[in-house]
């Protein structure tokens, strides 16, 4: 049974800073690997899908590596701003099937 | 373009009845898919349908059920509510039922049995 595991649970940073969040999972066998962004009380947002046969994907101040034989990947943020604070959440898909399996993902807030 | 919308946005309910909640995709995309997400946790896949048919069901008791519309549109059904029932249910939409399709979620629909 595929577990996925995001550390830390929470972080608090001061404005400016680059950060990383960290998925990692136990079952090598995906499809794909999503990072999703979730503001208090909302729906999901989606920020970058990585394919298996990929190894990263950049959107804006965002870049997401994917490592999948050792079932792990980060997330990181370039010059952090307090519009970013948000639950971020990683999820993976096995197979072609697009069930997603999610982390239970890392509370950031940037402090201005 | 409207995103996937969900109704009702809230709802309070007591311990043994029913409920049912409402989904409609993105327009054009044919794959809908349901979640649960417990306080503080991450969602938890309940079903996927495409093309009307249930093409994946999580680790959930019969009490939950769904169903898929001509218009591609989705109900999830809960009979015999549980107070462990009280989530935010969301719903997804994707254009097939591949893997290499982004999801898109709904803003959810918040349940509260008491």
């Known amino acids: 049974k595929q577990e996925v595991t995001q550390i830390p649970a929470a972080l608090s940073v001061p404005e400016g800073e680059n950060l990383v969040l960290n998925c990692s999972f136990t079952?090598?066998?995906?499809?794909?690997l999503q990072w999703f962004r979730q503001d208090p009380g909302k729906g999901l947002t989606s920020l970058l899908l990585i394919q298996s046969s990929q190894r990263e994907q950049t959107s804006g101040r965002l870049n997401a590596s994917l490592d999948k034989s050792s079932g792990r990947s980060t997330l990181y943020i370039a010059a952090s701003q307090p519009g970013d604070s948000a639950t971020y959440l990683c999820?993976?898909?096995?197979?072609?099937?697009?069930?997603?399996?999610f982390g239970g993902g890392t509370r950031l807030m940037v402090k201005p | 373009d409207a995103g996937v919308t969900q109704s009702p946005t809230h709802l309070i309910k007591t311990r043994g009845q029913h409920v049912t909640l409402r989904c409609s995709p993105i327009s054009g995309h044919k794959s809908v898919s349901w979640y649960q997400q417990v306080l503080g946790q991450g969602p938890q896949f309940i079903f996927q349908?495409?093309?009307?048919?249930?093409?994946g069901r999580g680790n959930f008791p019969d009490r939950f059920s769904a169903r898929q519309f001509p218009n591609y549109s989705s109900e999830l059904n809960v009979n015999a509510l549980l107070l462990g029932d009280s989530a935010l249910y969301l719903c997804?939409?994707?254009?097939?039922?591949?893997?290499?399709?982004?999801?898109?979620f709904g803003p959810g629909t918040r349940l509260l049995v008491l």
């Open positions: 079952d090598s066998a995906i499809y794909n």
């Open positions: 349908y495409y093309e009307k048919e249930e093409r």
């Open positions: 997804a939409s994707s254009l097939y039922s591949g893997g290499s399709e982004t999801q898109y």
């Open positions: 999820a993976v898909t096995r197979n072609a099937g697009n069930m997603l399996t």
